[in-house]
């Protein structure tokens, strides 16, 4: 049936770049045998699921929406993938995003866009636009995606539904494809909390395969499914709901804070005074490590390889030129020009020290409380174009996501309302390290 709803209206959507029809039904069959024969008991076990295409399947085409990957086909499965095939998880296929995910719309893709399920004239989010809209639309039962700034959060909170990124470290990254390595977190995008805390059983866990996996005890999530609040500390970030915010986001997210309190949270306002300094810290880190990461492409190992050329340094100039797209390549430029000599010091390094301040800024705040509450994004979706060629408005609208990143936090993004256009309205909860079951909890009190 859902192959079937994809057929029916992912052309409208665009949410695919990949289905895997013919093999989503074999593995379906091989799952079923699996069940049948006692040997498949996870939740998961023939949920039918798709994955970001910069998360690599074996013997699957994972593009990273890039020509520079438009026919690559990883000869390996990421750690999450083999994970999810082990719990007995069906893939139907692989999700639209932006380029190495690059962007805030799903704009940024070779392929195609992808429309908001909700308004088919407005962008799902992005990057993992493509994840958020097939989860919205019926098309999968969940997705993974990965969040490097918010790419995970602000689609899940312009689509409604529920989005994760874990605490740094929780889920392997061995097998995604690198944008910003001190930053990139895969984590899933669901219907509801009670799906986020089954899929955050699968996938987190230490890996040695990943050399920055956290080596601790996972709890099992599903016990942080309580109807229970009471006592749980809750900072509302003033800078969160200051004058940036659109004032029926704002309102949204001060009803779900009223309604916790009334359940016997402790809510109170706090400070995060640095999140101005969050947008032009996170950008320039990662796009100084994108522009190493992407280095790699240089059309020689694998990925496009321009058809001409004259010798070897015209052979990477056509390659990287024609194979990048216009954000990819502003970004490289923008993470070379920091990380140049005489530069380094004035931006690179300046960006570094802004991020321990912000690391900082955190705990000192989680020394009073157990969650921050604000909004994922200023605003709901925005229009198809509106910000496509204003990549500062577009890199602005990411204020309240990106540090949870610089912080390595986890962050959970649940829907809390609607706005006057009838768009949804995500409401973000962050918590301490490797604290997601927290977060969880305070999430399915809305469920
Ligand atoms: N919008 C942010 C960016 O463009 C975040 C992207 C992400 O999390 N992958 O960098």
């Keep these: ?6 057929n029916a209206i992912d052309e409208k959507i665009g ?23 006692g040997e498949a008991k996870s939740p998961l076990a023939g949920i039918p699921m798709a994955l970001k295409d910069n998360i690599c399947t ?13 026919s690559f086909i990883p000869p390996y499965d990421a750690t999450v993938s083999k994970k999810l095939y082990n719990e007995g998880a069906v893939l139907l296929g692989k999700l639209n995003m932006d380029e190495f995910a690059m962007g805030a719309s799903t704009e940024n893709s070779y392929f195609k866009i992808t429309r908001n399920p909700w308004d088919l004239e407005r962008v799902p989010g992005g990057s993992s636009g493509g994840s958020a809209a097939a989860v ?10 990965s969040d490097t700034g918010g790419s995970i959060r602000q689609p899940a909170s312009f689509c409604g539904i529920v989005g994760m990124k874990p605490t740094y470290g929780a889920v392997s990254r061995f097998g995604l494809v690198a944008f910003a390595s001190s930053m990139d977190q895969i984590g899933p995008l669901t ?3 009670t799906d986020c805390a089954m899929v955050l059983n699968a996938i987190t866990g230490y890996d ?20 229970d609040v009471k006592g749980i500390r809750i900072g509302i970030p003033k800078e969160y709901i200051g004058d940036n915010t659109n004032l029926d986001v704002k309102k949204a997210v001060l009803d779900a804070a009223k309604t916790l309190k009334e359940l016997g949270a402790q809510v109170a306002e706090c400070s995060l005074p640095l999140t101005e300094y969050a947008i032009p810290a996170y950008y320039i880190i990662s796009s100084a490590e994108a522009s190493s990461n992407l280095a790699r492409y240089d059309g020689i190992k694998y990925g496009y390889r321009a058809k001409e ?25 923008l993470g070379t020009y920091a990380l140049s ?13 802004v991020r321990t301040l912000i690391k900082n800024a955190f705990n000192e705040v989680f020394e009073k409380y157990d969650v921050l509450l604000g909004p994922a994004a200023p605003t709901t979706a925005f229009k198809i174009g509106e910000k496509k060629e204003k990549p500062l408005e577009m890199y602005l609208g990411d204020i309240y996501t990106v540090s949870v990143n610089i912080a390595g936090l986890p962050a959970l993004t649940i829907p809390c309302g609607f706005d006057g256009n009838n768009l949804p309205i995500g409401l973000q909860l962050i918590g301490k390290p490797f604290d997601e079951s927290t977060l969880l909890r305070v999430g399915y009190t809305f469920e």
């Design 15 to 37: 949410s695919y770049i990949t289905v895997l029809e013919e093999e989503a039904l074999e593995q379906a069959k091989e799952v079923q045998e699996r069940i049948d024969k």
């Design 1 to 6: 049936s859902v192959l079937d709803r994809i």
């Design 136 to 145: 919205a639309a019926g098309m999968a039962g969940f997705a993974l995606g």
């Design 208 to 227: 040695p395969m990943d050399s920055t996996s956290a080596d601790v005890k996972y709890p099992d999530y599903s016990k942080a499914l309580i109807n």
């Design 341 to 353: 000599s005489g530069y380094y010091d004035q931006y690179y390094k300046k960006a570094l020290q």
């Design 309 to 333: 050329y004259t010798d070897l340094m015209d052979l990477y100039v056509r390659t990287r030129s024609e194979g990048f797209g216009v954000e990819v390549k502003r970004r490289i430029l």
């Design 191 to 193: 219907k509801d909390v």
């Design 58 to 70: 074996k013997n699957v085409k994972t593009t990273c929406a890039s020509k520079m990957l438009g």
